[in-house]
């Protein structure tokens, strides 16, 4: 039980607060795990990457309690893994369009959708639900836009865990992006503006794994990110999975985009519900390098997002830790409390597992 984490955390004169922090997790309703983050020996007999030795990250400092809250999360298709220190000095982007807009929009009081009648669980720091903030984070992804014009992108939003295409790298197409799919006051569903030129479908994958490769923010993001990437897709194989590092197109999956679809909300809500549960259990992943994510410190950075619509936040993440998120989170549904920094939607009255609907 993170005997190899515990015994690290001995030798380097760190405090052992691994069962303190399991605690917390525990009180919130979390889904945890006992397991250690490692499946290999150390030092490792298996043939796992290494990180070459001027890799110095942060082992001091508690991570959990290192995110910050947002409503939802985007990633913008550029068939990049590296970009501008800060994405939104590439003038003309949609991520610049998107971020201009955030900042004409006057902050809005946090989103209250919980029922009166549910007494939401006390959450651990770090932890927080879509309807704690009104913020929205916008990232650029490796993947290569899907779209049928070859001048929009294509954009992946979480925890919806959808993708929309035909957004055009335009203050216009941001606003359509904003208005259908990304203002706090549109739920999970979306809302479908008329005249509008964009699709949107359910994600056909299990989880989608992102990953920090942002090497001109720091370069140990740009170190990291691709052994995990390799790491992953070894062992997700090893698991009978499907491992993808660009999108296909969810038309071959699930049709006609939810736009097509003339139904009222409620049976369109329906509908998504029921791609998320077809989708959860594909035993596909899509892996994705992102931009900074905040907390470079604790590279390697990771999040996982599930159809369920949970969001894990790790740090410190080496190709040892790898089989057993692998084993554990995506296919088991537990958090490893080791490597948590935070998470989205991980309070889970009631359920064993994060995959529980």
């Not at 999108?247 to 009222?264: H, K, V």
Request: proline share 5%; glycine share 6%.
């Amino acid at each position: 039980m993170f005997g190899l984490r515990r015994i690290q955390a001995y030798v380097l004169g760190r405090p052992a607060d691994t069962e303190e922090v399991c605690s917390q997790l525990r009180a919130s309703s979390v889904p945890v795990s006992s397991a250690d983050c490692r499946s290999c020996s150390d030092p490792c007999d298996l043939g796992h990457d290494v990180y070459p030795s001027q890799f110095k990250i942060d082992w001091e400092t508690q991570m959990l309690g290192s995110v910050k809250s947002y409503n939802r999360q985007v990633v913008i298709s550029t068939g990049k893994s590296d970009w501008e220190s800060k994405i939104t000095d590439a003038k003309g982007s949609l991520a610049a369009h998107l971020e201009n807009l955030k900042e004409s929009i006057p902050d809005e009081p946090k989103a209250t959708h919980h029922r009166a009648s549910v007494k939401a669980p006390r959450q651990a720091a770090g932890l927080f639900r879509t309807s704690d903030s009104t913020n929205v984070s916008v990232l650029n992804g490796s993947i290569r836009s899907i779209s049928d014009d070859d001048e929009s992108e294509s954009v992946l939003v979480f925890p919806d865990f959808k993708v929309v295409t035909e957004v055009q790298s335009s203050i216009q197409g941001a606003q359509d992006l904003w208005d259908s799919s990304l203002d706090p006051s549109v739920n999970r569903t979306g809302a479908f503006p008329e005249k509008s030129q964009l699709k949107t479908w359910v994600l056909p994958y299990s989880c989608v794994i992102l990953l920090c490769s942002h090497k001109k923010r720091d370069n140990r993001c740009g170190i990291s990110a691709p052994k995990l990437e390799h790491a992953l897709i070894r062992s997700l194989e090893h698991h009978g999975w499907d491992a993808d590092t660009q999108i296909e197109s969810p038309s071959y999956t699930y049709g006609s985009p939810l736009e097509d679809l003339a139904l009222t909300a409620e049976a369109r809500e329906e509908i998504i519900k029921t791609q998320l549960k077809e989708s959860a259990i594909s035993k596909r992943a899509l892996i994705v390098k992102v931009s900074h994510i905040g907390g470079h410190k604790y590279a390697g950075n990771c999040i996982i997002y599930t159809p369920q619509g949970a969001g894990v936040w790790y740090g410190r993440v080496t190709p040892h830790d790898v089989e057993s998120i692998v084993e554990n989170t995506i296919i088991g549904g537990l958090v490893l409390p080791p490597l948590l920094r935070g998470g989205l939607n991980l309070s889970r009255p009631g359920c064993k597992s994060l995959n529980d609907w």
